[in-house]
């Protein structure tokens, strides 16, 4: 059964006969009968009764007229539902953003998409790298921010390469310097992030490099309280520098980290391979207008 035999049986049954159908449609009389009796072959059924230029439905006729019309109006509004879609009438986009620093990164690149495509359903989800990789490769998230790791499952756009920055009690004995390497803050207590940061095992990692394992003092996923604690005397945390230098407060230094490079590389990822919207395409489109690249020194 096809679209097009529906449509002649329809319009021959609106317009009371073969000719008028053939004009609507704009074809032939025979093309129209030869179209109706294939869908009468294909049902097995009679459709019609024909007596001279009337026609008659029969009742298998009127079953499929009801149906035939119901499934041409479906045809209809798929047709429109994709046609709003390509022109971002309407969607969705589930997005999944880092914790760690989305007040000042994605705030007004979420704002500028609202503002852009105000009949995009956003459902956003925050959390760490790990959790946002796995909520992308469950298919939950279209996109998500991760600390991007080179791995195959995942197609990627970089967003940002931010360097870390060292923030200090105030009365640090090293908070006055400019900079400072990683192994000098060996006997500091260290303020951490949640399991799920792969910043966090970045971070873990350096420390071993540079000889000592960090003792640490508290953890948490949120900036401000973090920048909070060290204003407090708890201990030392290092952020990437779009948020570090967005979190100065009385009591509170902060340092440009020497050795190592540490970087927080954030870079939008979907499954490898995988089919994106239109509305993450659009998405993909805005960031990388405000992407916020930097080579490492």
Known sequence: MEFKQLRSFVAVVRQ??????AKVL?????????QVAQLEQRLGVQLLERQGPQIRLTDAGAVVLRRAEEMLRLQQELHSELDDLSQMARGELRLGLPLLGS?????????EYRRRYPNIAVHLQEGGSKSI???????????????????????LQPFCNEPLEVLLPSAHPLAGLADI???????????????????????LQACRQAGFTPREAGRSGQADFLAALVAAGQGTVLLPRVVARGLLRPGVACLRLREPDLRWDIAFIWRSGAYLSRAAQAWL?????????????
Do not use: M, W
């Not at 009371?16 to 159908?21: I, L, M, S």
């Not at 990789?133 to 197609?155: C, I, K, N, R, Y």
């Open 16 to 21: 009371g006969g073969f000719t008028q159908a």
């Open 26 to 34: 704009y074809a032939s009389q025979s093309a129209v009968s030869k």
């Open 103 to 111: 007040d000042a990164l994605f705030a007004s690149l979420f704002a």
């Open 133 to 155: 990789e796995q909520l992308v490769l469950s298919g939950e998230l279209e996109l998500g921010g991760s600390l991007t790791q080179g791995d195959p499952a995942f197609d």
């Open 181 to 203: 390497a990683l192994a000098q803050l060996a006997d500091t207590p260290f303020l951490l992030y949640q399991q799920s940061f792969i910043l966090n095992d970045r971070l």
């Open 285 to 297: 489109e805005l960031i990388k207008e405000s992407s916020l690249l930097e080579e490492p020194a």
